[in-house]
């Protein structure tokens, strides 16, 4: 299926940025919480969560267009 593959190899992508970034990522975008309940759980500023997201999203286009993943999928997935 090709939405499992995109999603396998988008998941490749994530696990190669720091820890950090991938856990900050994660609860934000897969796991859908806001700026705010991620600051709180990670005991870090909205700011920072945002400029971390901000950055996962940079690398993520940039990678993909890279690898040839549907990039529109993948705005689909994440910006929505």
């Not at 499992?4 to 856990?23: N, Y």
């Not at 005991?43 to 950055?55: A, F, K, W």
Request: hydrophobic share 40%; charged share 30%; aromatic share 8%.
């Amino acid at each position: 299926n090709d939405y499992e593959t995109v999603m396998h190899q988008i998941d490749g992508l994530i696990s190669q940025m720091p820890p950090r970034k991938q856990e900050i990522f994660r609860k934000s975008k897969i796991e859908g919480k806001s700026s705010k309940e991620v600051a709180r759980e990670l005991n870090i500023s909205v700011g920072t969560v945002d400029n971390q997201v901000s950055e996962a999203l940079h690398f993520l286009r940039e990678r993909l267009k890279k690898e040839d993943i549907p990039v529109l999928l993948f705005f689909m997935l994440f910006l929505s």
